[in-house]
């Protein structure tokens, strides 16, 4: 909150924590995935925050104690956003989020820009893709376990992140299964115009710059509903 920058014209904010920057870099915008959701009670992102199992224990002093720490929190988050002139969310999941838990204020959708000139079909493909960090709430085990038991069809994994050992454990013993980790972006691009289909299978998450990159390449995109209320994919 003490950063101040001088000689720039304007400001992009991005992250969570980041906006506490914005009370002496003005103007400023705050483009955002989703606000902290673990101050915000978002229950089907709860799991991924190891620091909520203790608002359960039954240690009364402990979560008395967390409790507090979590209001105090939420306090310094609202203090915060006052210094954000202007919010735009990546998506209508994201915006739903963030009017949520900043009531007050208007938030509008900027979609992230994707070059469609890089993208294009190359082949039909006898493989499915899968691309992203490899970290729980991604779900890239769930996407390998389902290859597990389809022999018969290839599943390519790009990515990287703390899971990266135990999804390659995974696929130890599969001939269907590869696992490339990180790549270029025009080795990826290649990889994106050969497949059959991108598969994603993220819960929070609602403008995926991986899926609007398959649909340029003329590559489908399988995916879980993010927005149960709305029924819809964007």
Known sequence: SRLTLKGYNGFIIYGFNSIAAGKNNHPNVWWS???LDYLYEFKDNMKNFSILKYTKTKNYIKRAFLNIYLKLLRYLD??????????FAVGSFAKKRLEKAYPKRVVEIL???TD??????????KYYLS?????????VDKIVKAFQKMPGKKLYVIGNGPMKEEIEKM???YKNIRIFGFLEENELRKIIGKSITMIGMCENEDFSMNFMESLAAGKPIISINPDRKSKKLE
């Not at 203090?79 to 202007?86: L, R, S, Y």
């Not at 469609?116 to 493909?125: D, M, P, V, W």
């Open 33 to 35: 995935t989703n606000p």
């Open 78 to 87: 609202q203090k915060d956003i006052e210094g954000v002139d202007k919010i």
């Open 111 to 113: 979609y992230a820009p």
């Open 116 to 125: 469609t000139n890089k993208l294009r079909y190359l082949s039909k493909g």
């Open 131 to 139: 691309v992203a960090r490899l970290v729980p709430e991604k779900n």
């Open 171 to 173: 696929a130890e013993g």
